[in-house]
């Protein structure tokens, strides 16, 4: 049966499209299920409506909440050697990789709509730490309010599709489309292009592909692959097994472009429990000012361990380090 959609009713849809905030996007929702026929041809699409309905009170609730305790919630503090926010539509596996990869608190699901609020959690590429954020689903009719935000903020943009799902070719093309809306190109380079006046905004990214072990996976990676004609790079992995989270791991420390130092206290051993992490290019002093500013005002000469010296050699302020070089500095 014919949905007969009325004027009305398309006026409030638009509305809904447009609207920028919970409150309008709200207010859209319910002037649609108000004028929608009532008839068993809108059945679907009535409990549609009634979900982002929920879904759509949800979130408000969730701002106010935010606005009254002065925090906004999509805002999370970035730890580690950087933020990688995992994006994608309902059901692509994003907590299912955050749950494999951390200890943080996902929910796991073969439902939609598990993730409310971001997740962040800490995976680890052997010692650098590696924050990873599940974000709540996106849809071309829904981006959670702060989202764009975060994805702004963020040092990765990882965009998370399913190998197993019929559509995935349009839920990829779906949240670039919605990154294309909001002026934002991903780009899979360590070294990012300088702004130019009115360009997108240029962020690392990267497309994650998940359930690389499901009996379609060959097929639709081939096709997402000549979507994306190499614009973008794609790592295809499985949470379920495991497999090829560990290459998902080091692609994303490349694309960091940060290097681990270990400190050496004079006369002692290194401590390589937790490296120092720097951009890549970094100095020996820039080294000691990130260890403290006293250290780097005091600095006379450093010892270096690593690939790219001689043991113990001796250097200046301004040589540069490379990746788990050891670092003896002198005052």
Known sequence: MPANLTPDYQRAERRYREAETPADKLAA???????????????????????????????????????GAGKDPFHVPRQGA????????????????????????VKVADFPYTTHAPVPGMAYYEDAPIQLVDMPPMTPEH??????GAIRNADIVAVVANLGADSVLDDVDAVLGILRERNIQLLSEPILPEPEPEAPLAKR????????????????LEMLTELLDNRIKTVAVSAASGEHLD??????????????????????????????????????????????????????????????????????????LHDKDIAEIHM
């Open 205 to 220: 990214g990267l497309l994650v592909a998940t359930g690389c072990d499901r009996d379609n996976a060959a097929g639709n």
């Open 29 to 67: 929702l319910e002037e649609m299920l108000r004028t929608i026929p009532k008839h068993k041809g809108t059945d679907k699409l009535q409990a549609e409506l009634k979900r982002k309905i929920s879904q759509a009170r949800e979130n408000l609730t969730a701002q106010k909440k935010a606005a």
């Open 143 to 148: 981006v959670p309010g702060g989202m764009i």
């Open 82 to 105: 950087g933020q990688v926010v995992l994006i994608g539509v309902p059901n692509v596996g994003k907590s299912a990789i955050v749950e494999a990869l951390t200890e943080a608190p």
């Open 247 to 320: 290459v998902l791991l080091r692609t994303l420390f490349e694309l960091l472009h940060v290097l681990r130092v270990y400190a050496k206290p004079p006369g002692k051993p290194p401590d390589k429990s937790a490296p120092f992490i720097l951009p890549v290019g970094s100095t020996v002093l820039d080294l000691a000012t990130h260890i403290h500013k006293e250290l780097a005002s005091s600095f006379k000469h450093a010892r270096l361990w690593g690939d790219n010296v001689f043991p113990g050699q001796h250097v200046h302020h301004d040589h540069i």
